[in-house]
């Protein structure tokens, strides 16, 4: 998963790198690029790391047990 995060995160950016390069300068384009890239990596790594959290807490047990008679 998180491979497959990262190789379409470096192709998304590269497209929106060569898009915006015809309108903004490079110079000021990389900077504003490097925090999108940053902020969407520590998403990413924050939303798996709450999905194990949420795998690795007990489940509560909502049935009740029936008596048993040891007649």
Known sequence: MVTFT???SVF???FVTLFLSQYVLPETLYPVLGAISGITI???GGT???RR???LRPQ???HEHGQRSWA
């Open 6 to 8: 990262h190789t379409i």
């Open 12 to 14: 998304a950016l590269g």
């Open 42 to 44: 520590v998403w990413i």
């Open 48 to 50: 798996l790391f709450v």
């Open 53 to 55: 959290l949420h795998k």
């Open 60 to 62: 509560e047990h909502h």
